[in-house]
């Protein structure tokens, strides 16, 4: 192609561009957008409602060496209150009102906390008198399971 006819061309494609851009009919600008309305919905998302409930206080953290009470008082509702009332009413067993004192002074040479703490994992060892020696050994109770009972039994007046 010589240099000459492809200046030609490009005239032409040039000219086309011209011509394309001035046979462009004038468009009406004006469509007319009716399809948003914004206002239907807005009424609705604005009563978004507020989380009720989430005020309630977080429990304290406990070091995991320190008996819980509280945690001891949810065991006991779990696994003794089949038996247990926390009254002096006899259950199935005694009622357990002041048993933190008498603990004290149920074997000798045992604390009352050794006492409870016996009393939970080896029921049979003492037998208070006038009951026979049916409580169970509570063997799936952790460790800090026994001392968080133990903890809540010394609460109970
Ligand atoms: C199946 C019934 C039964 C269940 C369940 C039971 N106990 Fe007992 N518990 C008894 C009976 C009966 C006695 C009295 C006889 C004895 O000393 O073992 C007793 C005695 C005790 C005593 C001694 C009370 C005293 O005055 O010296 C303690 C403390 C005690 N239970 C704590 C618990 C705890 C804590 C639990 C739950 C982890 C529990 N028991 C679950 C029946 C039960």
Not at 86 to 95: A, I, K, N, R, Y
């Amino acid at each position: 192609m010589s240099k000459r006819s492809f200046g030609l061309f490009g005239l032409m494609l040039m000219g086309m561009f011209v011509l394309a851009a001035c046979a462009d009919p004038a468009q009406p600008t004006a469509t007319p957008n009716s399809s948003i309305n914004p206002t239907a919905a807005s009424g609705q998302l604005a009563t978004a409602t507020p989380s009720s409930g989430a005020t309630s206080a977080p429990q304290p953290t406990q070091a995991p060496s320190e008996p819980d009470a509280g945690a001891g008082q949810a065991t006991f509702a779990t696994n003794c209150t089949a038996c247990h009332n926390t009254s002096d009413q006899t259950l199935v067993g005694p009622g357990l009102a002041g048993v933190g004192d008498r603990a004290a002074n149920r074997v000798p040479g045992q604390s009352a906390d050794d006492y409870l703490r016996t009393s939970i994992k080896s029921p049979g060892d003492f037998i208070v008198d006038g009951f026979g020696p049916i409580m169970p050994q509570f063997g799936t109770l952790s460790e800090s399971d026994i001392e968080n009972l133990v903890a809540y039994l010394k609460t109970l007046q």
